[in-house]
């Protein structure tokens, strides 16, 4: 399985993020499965996002539930990822992961690692300056 993050690598604050990830040797749709977005700002450890699962429903960390909108294109297989009115905070590289089995958390705190999820993309780096 393989994941390709892709979308704009430098942004102005207020604009709106759009990053796409395509999946690849799996279904975005897989039974039982979770895709997932998480970042790495700069310093920092990695942040979840929030979580997409086969059955279509969508979670969000509490920390972005008001500023993030996770969807799917199943025909491509693709997860995407927008946050509106970025701020240079926002600044970070971003993953997007997958598994089998459902990663749900819904508190303002998510401690995600790794090795919670066996397949990951490379990362993008997202940068918010003006």
């Known amino acids: 399985v393989q994941l390709q993050e892709s979308g704009p690598g430098l942004l102005k604050p207020s604009q709106t993020l759009s990053l796409t990830c395509t999946i690849s040797g799996a279904s975005i749709e897989m039974k039982d499965s979770s895709w997932v977005w998480i970042r790495q700002p700069p310093g920092k450890g990695l942040e979840y996002i929030g979580t997409k699962t086969d059955r279509g429903d969508v979670y969000y960390s509490s920390t972005f539930e008001s500023r993030a909108s996770i969807s799917e294109v199943p025909s491509k297989d693709q997860l995407t990822l927008q946050l509106s009115s970025v701020t240079p905070e926002v600044s970070a590289v971003y993953y997007c992961?997958?598994?089998?089995?459902?990663?749900?958390?819904?508190?303002?705190?998510?401690?995600?690692?790794?090795?919670?999820?066996?397949?990951w993309g490379q990362g993008t780096q997202v940068t918010v300056s003006s």
């Open positions: 992961a997958g598994r089998n089995g459902y990663y749900i958390c819904l508190s303002d705190v998510c401690d995600v690692s790794e090795s919670d999820f066996p397949w």
